[in-house]
């Protein structure tokens, strides 16, 4: 089984429409990150959090909000969705370890909204 | 703040040639360095990473050395075969500064190996 898994895999909506991706992992790991992937944008930071209680906003957070339901889960809301936020939607965690720390990624949330 | 470029693709090789994507960064701390992979429909897989200057990270062929006197992190591989084909994304992450445990991606380089 998959270490992070998200799901739904993909999803079609229409705008002004609430939108819950979900990410689960068995990997033990605290912290957790949204992402969003555009075409020739690279990986954009939308909230992260370092353990159940804390949660932050990244670079891109408007639009979005979050929930750590606990260690394994962080839930991804788009409140009432417009046609900007179609794009491939990505949940990490990472191991920090002593001095580093290493990102994992799951499969992605392909979104479309209409 | 903390940034990653690296070169636009896409990269377009044919079998067996030599492969390097450039990537540089600014970073104000001790930053870790990475190198992701992505294959068609699927998430980011770690490839390889080195955690200070000199250190060379290396994975399924490929190389990467930490060269902190010239800010790079460039991506190499001596033979590409098509199954490289993927999107590679080189990344930061800056200890000993608030953008500790958030990473800095960049924009990704497509790369086709065609036979």
């Known amino acids: 089984d998959a270490d992070v898994t998200q799901t739904p895999r993909n999803r079609i909506t229409k705008t002004g429409k609430r939108i819950m991706l979900e990410c689960s992992q068995t990997?033990?790991?605290?912290?957790m990150y949204w992402y969003r992937q555009d075409p020739g944008l690279g990986l954009r930071l939308i909230y992260y959090?370092?353990?159940?209680?804390?949660?932050n906003k990244g670079e891109i957070s408007d639009g979005y909000s979050v929930s750590r339901q606990a260690q394994a889960k962080f839930s991804l809301s788009l409140e009432s969705a417009i046609p900007n936020q179609t794009a491939l939607y990505f949940c990490?965690?990472?191991?920090?370890?002593?001095?580093?720390?290493?990102?994992?990624f799951g499969p992605g949330t392909r979104l479309t909204v209409l | 703040g903390d940034s990653v470029t690296q070169m636009e693709g896409p990269v377009t090789l044919s079998e067996e040639a030599f492969l390097t994507i450039n990537c540089t960064y600014t970073?104000?701390?001790?930053?870790?360095l990475f190198w992701y992979v992505q294959y068609p429909g699927e998430g980011l897989q770690l490839l390889l990473k080195?955690?200070?200057?000199?250190d060379k990270g290396s994975n399924k062929g490929f190389e990467a050395t930490y060269r902190k006197e010239t800010t790079s992190f460039h991506l190499e591989k001596g033979s590409v075969q098509v199954s490289d084909s993927a999107v590679y994304f080189c990344?930061?992450?800056?200890?000993?500064?608030?953008?500790?445990?958030?990473?800095?991606f960049g924009a990704g380089t497509q790369v086709v190996v065609t036979p």
């Open positions: 990490a965690t990472s191991d920090f370890a002593g001095y580093t720390d290493t990102q994992y």
């Open positions: 990997k033990g790991h605290d912290r």
């Open positions: 959090s370092f353990d159940v209680k804390d949660i």
């Open positions: 970073a104000t701390g001790y930053p870790s």
């Open positions: 080195a955690t200070k200057a000199d």
């Open positions: 990344a930061l992450s800056d200890r000993g500064t608030d953008s500790w445990g958030k990473f800095q």
